[in-house]
């Protein structure tokens, strides 16, 4: 059974830093290009942060020198590292995992960045 499961989600002040971590299973992690997502209230999910295969990295402007992502594949795990967060990182974060045309989903983990 596929699965992938987020987690590191919470309250944050401005300024603060979270880590957000997703398990995946049922699936050869290795092979998948796996990333980070977040939508926000009222608005579409976007990327945010990805990492392939072969560990190629891309991020959104709007995270570019404050957000990393990485991946265990002996773990079957990704990271996305969040710092210097500021209130318009709010939104709900989810791990995606994807090899051509197949995509996985997780389940989100919300991320409220507020003093």
């Known amino acids: 059974q596929v699965q992938l499961v987020e987690s590191g989600g919470g309250l944050v002040q401005p300024g603060g830093s979270l880590r957000l971590s997703c398990a995946a299973s049922?699936?050869?992690?290795?092979?998948?290009?796996m990333s980070w997502y977040r939508q926000a209230p009222g608005k579409e999910r976007e990327l945010v942060a990805a990492?392939?295969?072969?560990?190629?990295?891309n991020y959104a402007d709007s995270v570019k020198g404050r957000f990393t992502i990485s991946r265990d594949n002996a773990k079957n795990m990704v990271y996305l590292q969040m710092n210097s967060l500021k209130p318009e990182d709010t939104a709900v974060y989810y791990c995606?995992?994807?090899?051509?045309?197949?995509?996985?989903w997780g389940q989100g983990t919300q991320v409220t960045v507020s003093s």
């Open positions: 995606n995992g994807r090899y051509f045309t197949n995509s996985r």
């Open positions: 049922g699936f050869t992690f290795s092979r998948y290009t």
């Open positions: 990492v392939t295969s072969t560990r190629s990295t």
